[in-house]
């Protein structure tokens, strides 16, 4: 039983290292004798325990706030950080060795996760145990919102797990002359080597390893060294850390050697996570973020030199922009959206480092849907139409303000493999299997994915109707109109899911329905079907909640058998979507038998080679992720991930695509850029621009705890201006709501007095609760850290746990600047 002695750490602290003195009873008796005899003789042995020799070896990598780095103790290594070598070092001389004192008070060192996290939430509990209002001064004067920076990548697995294991070595330059160094970590084929003098060593450079301190467990002869290749080179100040790899790796002997004893000894001396850790820390948040993107990925086939979308992937923010480009019979439009010619003129603007603006509406005539668009680069040839054309489409319900972007794409970029060094078991190794030859050419044929971001909200809307569309040219008007097409494009739309694939096959297939419920009567149109169920999109919004039973009637396909009463068939209902227009149902088993489920069946199997099937990925296994990746190492639309903290929300994480950060201009002046810049940390983002508005901070305080997973994201645009020639970081950020300035001239006027001073921005925060996560596709290494690093992965699946919700940043700059200038020319 482990006994509390903390009332009496005084004590403790007194005697620490005399336990083993000649008069330690004398003094301790003497000291201690209005303590208890049982709980003296408790505390005695405890001063005993802690001036027993220790022998393990202690690593605080991933558990404390700070660079840890090799120590080696009289012959024992660890891995500690500088706050952690001075205590070891100061305990050490006081009870004249590495004891258990020594490595408790190691352990718990003042900037240790586990004593800040418990800090931070005695501070929390105090802070509402608290009858008076708290001053402001503090939040005010806080300048510093420090915030990491994610990249979603590929993760590249290595070939081979490394062991931390530091043992001596000696190394032979090209230049003959011979260093002593020590390992940091192992593998078979690789090693990693720690160099307090710095020697002439890059990369390419092939040295000269003999193994001093294997020379006991291994059978060397006199001319046994081994060739590496020098990989790479970090310096820090006076040390600089090389990685090598072995160049003749034919040495049977010494990679069995070194296999059994890694094998053999990787728990004792733990195998470095570092790889792992990192992906599994991007990994959790690319699962949240994708999960609720704004933005619509369409990807492109080319077809006669020409592009035209195969692909979408939709989510609950941006499945109306995917809506809103299909006509009638629910055939995509896309095509109208990203027309050969508008892709050119994206491309010049991607060149400039801006978006292209869609301005767009439809005219619905005799019950058919007519699409009219104009960008914004088509402004250069008539900017007095231009203006007339936004301003008749703004007049329209259905105007819509789209910004394009696109990125390239490779095949290579659409697996994401497991970071466990190819270990995983045979039950794990199936969620994560390489692309399949079927899929990268599939993928082969789709060289680029554009983004589509739905710009449009009633606050623009408004402000658009301000301008004239008097005298406009009808004539002209036309051309900007899209001719129908004969047939219609194949788009398929593959919901974003890191969930089980479903366990029937879906099929698109339209026919009218009519469902009913309480005697009331809603018709509408199926859009899919399996076996099991089906998804129906209706006229008119109907009153149906969630586990609703209906009944569901057919009436074409009733006319088409007899064989079956397609009437009154008892449906569940599964899944409604908020507008209550899209109704998923499932069929109700009253019986041993299910008319509907015996009806689909037979027409599956009699018509499977003509039947379209819902999402493609079915027939495709593997393409849906795929896309999915793809998609991920290209986002270029930062969000910022929203944890809990305690009781309060922390926002210290942002993320982004890997491929769309290194492709993007370098010159490029952006607020990720800008907020860079602002930091007081190396490699750190200070989100100042964004947390220090308190109406912003309300945003994520108030309106998080109301949306639910399944909601819409939240909405708030705001205006920034930072002048670069201020340093304090107060002076120079200023944060303005667009729903603050009480006119549109107060506006403007902001806008022209920031752009005088130096950077503006006009940023959108897209607020959406997070969707519960699938831990199913992080558990393999979520597994694998946890066997090595029990508290590692303990601070892994918290992290899992505790995102609320995610923001994210849409640049509306470009639009903004461009409307403004619009109503200042009317």
């Not at 099937?613 to 270029?636: C, F, I, K, W």
Request: hydrophobic share 40%; aromatic share 10%; charged share 25%.
């Amino acid at each position: 039983m482990n006994k509390d002695f903390s009332k009496h750490q005084s004590l403790i602290d007194a005697f620490r290292g005399l336990a083993n003195k000649a008069n330690f009873d004398t003094k301790f008796a003497a000291a201690a004798g209005h303590i208890p005899k049982t709980e003296k003789f408790l505390l005695k042995m405890e001063l005993k325990r802690l001036g027993s020799p220790c022998t393990r070896g202690i690593d605080l990598r991933g558990l404390v706030d700070g660079e840890c780095q090799l120590f080696d103790y009289q012959g024992q290594s660890h891995f500690l950080d500088d706050i952690a070598i001075r205590v070891f070092e100061e305990h050490a001389e006081i009870y004249g060795g590495y004891t258990f004192g020594v490595y408790e008070a190691v352990k718990n060192t003042e900037n240790n996760f586990r004593n800040i996290y418990q800090a931070e939430q005695w501070s929390a509990d105090n802070a509402l145990a608290q009858t008076q209002v708290p001053s402001p001064t503090n939040v005010i004067d806080k300048t510093q919102y420090p915030a990491s920076l994610y990249y979603f990548d590929n993760y590249p697995n290595r070939a081979e797990e490394r062991m931390n294991f530091a043992i001596a070595i000696e190394i032979t330059l090209n230049n003959k002359r011979v260093i002593e160094a020590t390992s940091v970590d192992i593998s078979v084929t690789g090693l990693k080597i720690k160099l307090i003098n710095q020697a002439p060593m890059s990369n390419g450079d092939v040295v000269n390893v003999f193994f001093i301190g294997f020379e006991q467990d291994f059978q060397f002869t006199k001319d046994s060294v081994f060739s590496y290749q020098v990989q790479n080179v970090f310096h820090d100040k006076a040390m600089q850390l090389v990685g090598l790899k072995r160049i003749d790796e034919d040495e049977n002997s010494f990679s069995r050697f070194l296999q059994g004893y890694i094998q053999g000894h990787k728990r004792r001396y733990k195998v470095n996570l570092d790889n792992t850790i990192n992906a599994l820390q991007a990994r959790i948040f690319e699962q949240f973020t994708l999960l609720k993107i704004n933005e619509l990925p369409v990807f492109m086939t080319k077809d006669n030199k020409s592009f035209l979308p195969r692909y979408a992937l939709t989510t609950v923010n941006n499945q109306d922009c995917y809506h809103y480009w299909r006509d009638e019979k629910k055939n995509s439009t896309l095509n109208f959206l990203i027309t050969e010619e508008r892709f050119s003129r994206m491309q010049t603007a991607q060149e400039q480092g801006r978006n292209l603006l869609v301005f767009s509406f439809v005219h619905i005539h005799q019950g058919a849907k007519f699409f009219y668009s104009m960008d914004d680069q088509q402004r250069m040839s008539d900017e007095d139409f231009f203006v007339k054309f936004v301003a008749f489409a703004a007049s329209k319900a259905s105007f819509a303000i789209t910004a394009l972007s696109y990125r390239e794409v490779t095949s290579n970029q659409g697996y994401s493999p497991y970071t466990t060094a190819n270990i995983e078991t045979k039950q794990q190794s199936y969620l994560n299997l390489p692309l399949t030859p079927e899929v990268e050419e599939k993928i082969a044929q789709l060289p680029l994915v554009v983004s589509a971001l739905d710009l449009t909200s009633e606050a623009r809307v408004d402000e658009y109707k301000q301008l004239s569309y008097e005298g406009i040219d009808l004539a002209k008007l036309k051309l900007f109109g899209h001719k129908r097409l004969t047939s219609a494009i194949t788009v398929d739309e593959i919901a974003i899911n890191y969930g089980k694939q479903r366990q029937e096959l879906r099929f698109k297939y339209k026919t009218p329905a009519i469902i009913e419920c309480q005697s009331v009567k809603w018709s509408g149109v199926s859009a899919d079907f399996s076996m099991s169920g089906l998804k129906i999109e209706l006229d008119a919004p109907a009153m149906l909640s969630a586990g609703d039973i209906v009944s569901l009637s057919f009436p074409d396909l009733q006319k088409i058998t007899s064989a079956f009463d397609l009437n009154a068939l008892p449906y569940k209902v599964v899944r409604i979507n908020k507008e209550k227009t899209t109704v998923n149902l499932r069929v109700l088993v009253k019986e041993h038998q299910h008319i509907g489920r015996s009806f689909f069946k037979l027409l599956i199997e009699k018509n499977k080679h003509k039947l379209t099937p819902d999402e493609y990925a079915m027939l495709t296994p593997g393409l849906s992720s795929a896309l999915r990746t793809l998609y991920a190492v290209n986002l270029s639309i930062p969000c910022a991930m929203v944890q809990t903290s305690g009781s309060r929300y922390k926002v210290e994480a942002l993320v982004l695509g890997k491929y769309a950060h290194q492709n993007a201009p370098k010159s490029e002046q952006n607020l990720l850029s800008s907020m860079l810049e602002l930091s007081d940390q190396a490699n750190r983002y200070n989100l100042y621009p964004l947390l220090s508005n308190l109406q912003i901070m309300n945003l994520l305080d108030q309106k998080l705890k109301k949306i639910l997973p399944g909601d819409k994201s939240v909405n708030e645009l705001a205006y920034i201006t930072i002048n670069p020639n201020v340093e304090q970081v107060d002076k120079a950020v200023s944060v303005r709501l667009a729903s603050e300035f009480e006119t549109p001239e107060l506006k403007r006027f902001f806008i022209k007095k920031a752009l005088m001073r130096g950077q503006f921005y006009a940023l959108e925060v897209r607020l959406s609760r997070s969707m519960e996560p699938q831990i199913e596709h992080l558990h393999a290494e979520l597994s694998y850290i946890s066997a090595y690093a029990i508290h590692r992965g303990k601070q892994l699946e918290q992290e899992i746990f505790s995102v609320a919700g995610l923001v994210q940043l849409c640049d509306m700059t470009q639009e903004t600047l461009l409307r403004n200038q619009l109503l200042a020319i009317a």
